[in-house]
């Protein structure tokens, strides 16, 4: 009897849903397998290829590649598209195949300084939390201002002259782009009045000797000073030097 070989007019068109006749020897004459590899395809008997039916089917081989993604492109939240090469032949015409690299969600836990006078030149504040890529950007009042990352756990915003112009309570969030990512539960950064009302002080000493001959310094202790504040005694501005930090 002579034996029959598989063979497609063009293995790229093989129907992996259709049956075909497999041989039951090589061409060596040693016996096959139930499966074998034919041009990509691998061949599999539904039976016993010994036996009566050689019938069986097709389906495409899987290889396998490895490859490794630099860092710099795992930084931020990005879909990175995938395609195979074999020379100048490529996948990408292909169904698109993309590696999704999540952004994290941020969270902000601390904001230095954490209140400005109102009027005050645009000033630099340290935004300290978790989560934080070179994408993150924060949102002063809900509007994006231009963020300088430092690390995951530090970024840098600078509030314009406009958001410093009247007192009140600017909201701050990390937003961190898709896919992943997200916007952080805001943290209030106070714009004070120019010139609040100071708080309830303390003064030490609490009490001198009459008749003391030298000059004697005093210190206010209190809340809401600025760096135009001054201590006045019996009615009569005195000399004052504003300790820092005021914030």
Not at 52 to 67: K, L, M
Not at 192 to 218: D, E, K, Q
Request: proline residues 10%; glycine residues 10%; aromatic residues 4%.
């Amino acid at each position: 009897m002579r034996r029959r070989f598989l063979t497609f007019p063009d293995a790229n068109t093989c129907d992996p849903n259709s049956d075909y006749d497999l041989p039951d020897k090589t061409r060596s004459g040693r016996r096959r397998h139930n499966a074998y590899s034919h041009r990509n395809w691998l061949c599999q008997h539904h039976g016993d290829p010994s036996g009566p039916d050689r019938r069986g089917h097709c389906v495409r081989e899987q290889h396998t590649v490895t490859a490794a993604i630099p860092a710099a492109q795992l930084a931020t939240g990005a879909l990175l598209p995938i395609i195979a090469l074999n020379g100048s032949s490529t996948s990408g015409s292909g169904a698109k195949v993309d590696l999704e690299v999540d952004s994290p969600s941020p969270t902000t836990t601390q904001l230095v300084p954490s209140n400005l006078p109102a009027g005050s030149a645009a000033s630099s504040i340290v935004v300290t939390g978790t989560g934080f890529v070179s994408s993150t950007v924060i949102n002063v009042g809900g509007s994006p201002h231009p963020t300088i990352y430092t690390s995951p756990t530090e970024v840098n915003v600078v509030p314009s002259a406009a958001d410093l112009t009247a007192a009140g309570s600017l909201a701050l969030t990390a937003v961190n782009p898709s896919p992943g990512g997200g916007s952080s539960a805001s943290s209030a950064f106070a714009v004070n009045p120019l010139n609040p009302a100071p708080g309830a002080i303390a003064v030490a000493p609490g009490s001198v000797l009459a008749g003391t001959a030298t000059p004697t310094t005093i210190t206010v202790t209190g809340s809401n000073f600025v760096s135009t504040s001054t201590a006045e005694t019996g009615g009569n501005p005195r000399p004052t030097t504003v300790a820092a930090p005021l914030n």
